[in-house]
């Protein structure tokens, strides 16, 4: 099909899709308009059933605990997916290098790069885990805190380079975090089943009103969705990395490349 054609047929598809798109709009209602009492009636009785603050992790791990558990293992399966095609047949031991554009001039780090990242990764690090340990109790949780934390694995790469980056961390490591995230999370879904009652109900003590461990179970779910995400982030960051190496003369990706010139 030539251009022509492809601008002919998309002409009217963006006609019709803008056509829905205005009717949409125009139907929704007026910002800040309360769409139903759902959240009215969360924040009135949450805080009073479960001694928690934050009332979105209430939500998140207690009341729809079992959509976030579906919602945790989608994020599972992807990054499990994402490590099968990127992986594909290349080994670990291929990955000593950082690849560089050809005729572009390489730089040594400065001592003070160094030292900030390291500084800044080890920041970054021990806020996500604090905003992790306070999910129940300020805004942020599991998913949040863990998505800080594993930032500061990037930092550390820009800082130390690719060969110490690959010596602090390790994919067995990394998905073995996730995993053990994931399998707590399904845990303490599964748990209250042997005794009675509905699964992933909230049957531990609650704490005390605005303390760091309210929320009974909430805190184990919420702990775990962090490791989980810390886990499952550093994955893709590391395959992410993984394909921007050099290969070594001789490897596999050296024969697959002679073989399809």
């Keep these: 099909m030539t251009g022509s054609w492809r601008l002919a047929l998309l ?3 963006l006609v019709v899709l803008a056509i829905a798109a205005a009717q949409v709009i125009l139907a929704m209602p007026a910002f800040g308009h309360p769409l139903s009492q759902y959240g ?11 001694n928690v603050s934050n009332m979105v992790a209430a939500v998140n791990f207690d ?3 079992i959509d976030t558990l579906g919602e945790e293992s989608m994020l599972i399966c992807a990054v499990t997916a994402t490590v099968v095609l990127l ?3 290349r080994g670990e031991g291929m990955t000593e290098c950082a690849g560089r554009l050809p005729g572009r001039v390489w730089l040594e780090r400065s001592d003070a790069t160094v030292l900030m ?3 800044a990764a080890t920041t970054l690090f021990l806020y996500g885990v604090n905003v992790v340990l306070h999910g129940t109790v300020t805004p942020g949780g599991g998913f949040q805190g863990g998505a800080i934390a594993a930032s500061s694995f990037v930092l550390i790469y820009l800082g130390e380079g690719y060969s110490t980056w690959r010596d602090v961390l390790h994919s067995e490591t990394l998905a073995a975090v996730e995993g053990f995230g994931g399998f707590v999370f399904a845990m303490a879904a599964m748990v209250p089943l042997a005794f009675g009652y ?3 109900q909230n049957v531990l003590p609650l704490g005390t009103w605005k303390d ?3 929320g009974g179970l909430m805190v184990i779910v919420n702990a775990a969705v962090g490791v989980a995400v810390i886990g499952s982030f550093g994955v893709l960051l590391m395959e992410f990395m993984e ?10 990706d050296d024969e697959d490349q002679e073989e399809g010139a």
């Design 11 to 13: 002409a009217p598809a």
């Design 40 to 50: 009215a009636t969360v924040d009135a009785l949450v805080p009073m059933l479960r």
């Design 63 to 65: 009341i729809r605990s």
């Design 87 to 89: 992986r594909g047949h």
């Design 117 to 119: 990242c390291r500084l």
């Design 198 to 200: 509905a699964a992933a």
């Design 212 to 214: 760091l461990y309210s």
């Design 243 to 252: 394909e921007t190496r050099a290969p070594k003369p001789g490897d596999e």
